[in-house]
């Protein structure tokens, strides 16, 4: 379930049936996790990867500011949109492009570019804009808020949105695509216009819903060009897990002794980038390797 905030459904969750068009065995993962702190940070998150292992994120520093980030071949660069009250790092493609968030001073939601160290904004008229992911041919994935703080998915594509969402659904999120932008992954709920209770996959502009077996809410926030999807679940004790879905089989993936955790993406090479949550309730970015 996602929070009614904008940036708490990026930064808390941006917080199945089994597919019928997948089939056969979901392979045996030796998961490999690594943290990741941006240093002096109190909290840190990874919310995107592309094919060369460059990520992207969104840390808090001690004065309770939000800043995004780039980390890449070892080194951090802060993201931050000029002027803006906060940002955020949501996506990496593999032509390096960053697309992300930002609060003017108003506390109003806009989405960005960032290419060739350039900022440009995009924004759906009339919605607050929320980018999470996008495509080596420059589309966007994301989510829109109206006036109403309803929680649309939206899609940009050759200088357009449009909206994307799941059929009768009173809220929509779109969270995820792969980086061919064939099939986008997100959450939805017919609760009201900003509670998310079921993940889905869309392809061609046809839905099919994801519920991970016994949870109480489900969420999908990425997929690759293999088709592996990665999300979060909530059982009934309102504990957030992690999960990876192939081939019709959900498994749980979960950081190692922590109380939460968030797969937020992945890339092609089966590394999966989110956050987790330690037992002093401090929040720290992490990789993990599926293979």
């Not at 059929?167 to 017919?190: E, I, R, W, Y």
Request: proline share 3%; hydrophobic share 45%; net charge negative.
């Amino acid at each position: 379930m996602l929070a009614r905030s904008p940036h708490a459904a990026i930064r808390k969750a941006f917080q199945l049936l089994a597919l019928c068009f997948f089939a056969a065995v979901l392979p045996t993962f030796a998961a490999k996790y690594t943290t990741i702190d941006f240093p002096g940070a109190i909290s840190t998150q990874v919310y995107g990867i592309n094919n060369s292992g460059a990520m992207v994120g969104v840390y808090v520093d001690t004065q309770n500011a939000t800043h995004g980030f780039l980390l890449n071949s070892g080194a951090f660069t802060t993201i931050d949109f000029p002027g803006a009250a906060l940002s955020v790092a949501a996506g990496i493609n593999n032509l390096g492009e960053i697309v992300g968030q930002y609060n003017d001073s108003s506390g109003f939601g806009h989405g960005f570019i960032m290419s060739g160290g350039q900022f440009t904004t995009i924004d759906f008229a009339g919605y607050q804009t929320y980018p999470t992911v996008i495509g080596d041919g420059g589309e966007v994935v994301g989510f829109c808020v109206d006036a109403q703080l309803n929680y649309h998915g939206c899609v940009y594509i050759n200088g357009a949105f449009s909206i994307l969402d799941f059929p009768n659904a009173q809220a929509t999120v779109a969270l995820g695509t792969n980086f061919k932008q064939q099939v986008v992954v997100g959450g939805f709920g017919n609760v009201n216009g900003y509670t998310f209770v079921h993940g889905f996959v869309s392809l061609n502009g046809k839905f099919q819903r994801i519920d991970f077996p016994g949870a109480s809410s489900t969420t999908a926030f990425g997929i690759n060009t293999m088709d592996v999807i990665i999300g979060n679940y909530s059982l009934s004790n309102s504990a957030t897990h992690g999960f990876v879905l192939y081939k019709g089989i959900f498994r749980t993936l979960d950081f190692p002794g922590a109380v939460s955790t968030n797969p937020i993406n992945l890339n092609d090479r089966q590394v999966v980038v989110g956050w987790y949550v330690d037992k002093l309730k401090v929040q720290h970015g992490y990789a993990m390797n599926l293979l």
